[in-house]
Every structure is written in structure tokens, then in C-alpha cells.
């Protein structure tokens, strides 16, 4: 079935191509390995409370572990208010020259260091939601607890997950507009053949990849809860858990990255820093996989 | 008053001119059939009618079109898609709508059916014109995928005809389906007649002769013969038309 030839090439391709699963087995490994103490000694306690005292070995993670769920939740929101608009007018509105120029600006913003996303968050997003999100959505609805507090910095899980919304925007935007453009032509054709306007045309389409962008969402949502750096210079770094989404908070990238330089000087800081990771990583992992098996699924049976 | 006018009609894309000057005319609630070897630009000149000749890049469209109360080339082609159903080649029916919706979803955006009874009725008349509900009745809610190829192309049609049509444009329907299938959607076409003019395209002489009351023969772009059927298949007057007959091209 192969040549000579063509097994030495292959066996020599074979290290390398495995040695970024192997990168993704060995952290995994390590992660859970080095987090093996603090599950130990504190048990599942160790996510039931909020406290970061290093000084006394007093841990807990509930609150970094909910803020991440909730700014990556936002985060998705976010995303899925502004990818779908913007997947269909490159599809459908936008033409020649245009289309390529916005497509391109997407795909750079994709690949934008998030330090960028980060310093821009800080100093310009996180005011402006202060004062024209959360100061109106506090004074109008301020018995729905999630709006109860009132903004005092503006630093937030709230501000977090808008800024990391924004970051995934153009990843989301980019699955979605392939599996959008990956629709075959013939189902565009027999939206025209029973009299479809665009505008239906474009509601029926989008029903049709359904599948394919609620998988693009989770996909988002896995990328939203590793994002660090904006993250921890939106969310306000407070070990506070509450029910107000404008209240400072933490995720747990944020903490790992706030936290990992001096834990080695306790006992039990690092290991459990790990394992905040080792919850993060399990949920990333396990939220990729159905995203990307999704995909291949509504592709195996849509496209082909 | 005809269906479907064409006068002079010139399609090219890019350089490589398609059809040249095509001049017809399709009666009223008539079967029209167009024959004619593959590549003669049968599809494309159905494709005029409804302007998805739009679709392909390049396209350019000269002459004058008149389809139904339209000049075709100078309207909104969406506004005139809604007087307009077509079935194409390969059945397309919609794979995430079950069977109910993939007929429905037609009567309702062109606002055919107003409540949940109304829209219960068309499905099932269009699903009868189309003679599939017999096969479908009781599993209105499954996916089309479990259907077969024929029985899908029938519910493309009950889908076509689900929007009530005016004019009815099929794209070789049989060419993918097996002929028991075939038998059953010509059956169906030709009691169609009453509520819509069907302007259909075909390769097959023997399945014009079953379906046409008027027949136009296409060959490399050029219509070289049309008229009732019954005289042009016992009487062809070109070379090309009795060579088509005869099965020689």
C-alpha cells in the first residue's frame, strides 16, 4: 500500500505530528498530578467557599470557579449579538473587493494579541459600560439580582465578559461563516424555487446551520474561559462572590495569573492553583470536543 | 397572452455565448416541454425565467423576457420568485425541516395559509397533487432523509406547488430517480395543468411525448423547432428534431 519511500517519509512526519498530542496529554497529566495534594487535603470543600488566604493555608475557589462560568456565559452572549450579524453581511450583503477587505480585518482581529483587547477594555470599555449598560440597567431593574449593585468602579464579571466577548468575536464569526458558506448552493437555489426573499432565504440558511453555530458558541465559550490577560484587567480581582454581575470578581485564569508568581512560597497555594486549572481544563476540553464533533457531524450530513 | 415570451434571447457567460437569440412562447395552463441534448443550454434557459441566472457569475442576459405580467429582466427577481416554483435536477428538500415543514415553510412565506388548519390543508393537497401523501401520511414528521430519492423529489414538488404557483419550472426531475418514481411524477405533472403552467426540461423524447402539449427543441443553444406536440413528434420538420427523435443525439 506504500512504498518504501513513502513509509520513511510518513514515519518520519509520525513524531512530529504526534507531539502535539503528547504536549496535550503531558499538561493534562501534569496539571492533574501536581492539583492531586489540594484535592487531598481539602476535598471538594476546596470549591464550596470563597477565601485566598495563603498566610493561614485557607482556600477556596467557588468564586473563581462561578466567575469564570459567568463571564465566559456573558462573553458568549456577547458573542452571539455580534458574530451572526456580522457573519451575514460578509456572506450575504458584502461583495468583491469589500468582502475580502472586512474578511481579512476579522481574521487580524483574530489574531490581535489580547494584551491589545486587554489595555483597550480597561481604559475605554469598561467606563463606557459603566455608564451607558450598567448604571441604567442598575437604576432600571435593580430587583433583579443580577443588577442589584450599583457599579462602583465598573470593573466587573459583567465588564469581563463583554471585553472577552469582543476578543471571541472574530474566532466565533469565522466558524460561523464557514459552516454559513459551506451551506451547498442547492438549498439556496430551492429557497429561490418556492418564491423566498432574501431576508427568508437568509432565516431559512441560518435554521439550516443551526447545528454548526450553536457548536461555533460552545467552541467560543471553551476559548472564553482560558482567556487570561483580559480577564484580569477587567474583572477586578476580588475573591467576593456575589449574585450582582457588577461586582468585582475573579475567574480563574485571572487568579492563576495574579497568584502563581508567589505561591511557591506556601504549601498548598500552588496545588491549588492547580486545581482551578485542572476544573478549567476538564470543561474547555469536554466543551471543544462537542463543538468540533458537532461540526464534523452537520457537515457529514449537510454538506456531503 | 402567454405564460412565458421570449423574444431574441442571447445569454453569455463571460465570452461564450449560451443561448442565441431564443424566441418562444408558452401558453397558458399547458405542459411545455424543452428538449434537447445535454449541454444544449436547456437549464439556463429555464433559468432566465426565474432569473437564478442571476446566481452565476458573469451571467449576461439580452433581449426581452416577459413572464407572467413581468418583463423578467427589469424586475425584482425576488418579487417575481413568488409567482414562480421550480424542481430542480437533484432533490433538494430542506434536511433539518421535517416533511410537514419542508412543504409548509412555502405556503408560508408567501402567506398562503394564515391559521395552523389552513396550512394543515395545503400540505395535504400539495402533498396529493404531488401523489406522495399516501406514502407519507402517517409520518409527516420525519426527516426527508428517510425518504427515497424519488419520493423526495415528489415532495419537492409538493413543496413548489405549496407556495401556489403561477408558473411551475422543473429542471430534468426524473434524471436522478428511478422509473416507477419517474412514472408517478410525470403522473403528476400532467394533472397539474389545471392550476399552473408547467414549463419542464428534459433530455428524454420519450418523456416529452408522455408529459408535452408543446414542445421546443433546443440544440446548441438555438431553438430549431417548437410547436403543439402531438405535430412535432409525429411530424418534425429539422434534421436535428428527428435525429433527437430517433435517439441519435
Redesign the interface.
Known sequence: MFSKRDKLFFLSLLPLSISLLAVLVVSVTTIALRSLDALQHFGLALFASSIWNPEREVYGLLAPVIGSLTTSAIALLTALILSIPLAITIAEYLQGALKSVVSSIVELMGGMPTIVYAVWASQYLVPFLKQFAMEPLHSALPFIPLFSCKPVTGFSVFAAGVAIGISIVPYVTTLILEAYQSIP??????C???????Y?SIK?LL??A?PAIIAALVLGFARALGETTIAVTTVGNSMYLSSCLFAPGYTVSALIASQFANAYLYQYAETVLYSSILVVVLIAIALSFYGSTTIVRWRL??VV | MFAVEMNNVSVYIGDRQILKEVTLRTPYNTVFVIMGPSGSGKTTLLRVI?R?ID?VEGARVEGFVKVLNFDALHSDP?EL????????Q?P?????LTIYENVA??AK??GVAKSKRELDEVVKWALEKAMLWDEVKDRLYDHP?KLSGGQRQRL?LA??L??K?RLL?LDEPTANIDPVNARKLEEAIVSLKDEVTVVMVTHSPHQAARVADYVAVLYDGRVVEQGPAQQLFLRPSTEIAQKLLRGEI
Open positions: 448552493v442547492m438549498y439556496r437555489e430551492a429561490y424555487g418556492i418564491g423566498a426573499t432574501r427568508e431559512i435554521s439550516l443551526r450530513r449537510v | 426565474n437564478l446566481l425576488y420568485r413568488k409567482y414562480i416554483g421550480m424542481v430542480f437533484v433538494n428538500p430542506f434536511p433539518h415553510v412555502a412565506i408567501n432523509h419537492c413543496r413548489a405549496a407556495m404557483p419550472l
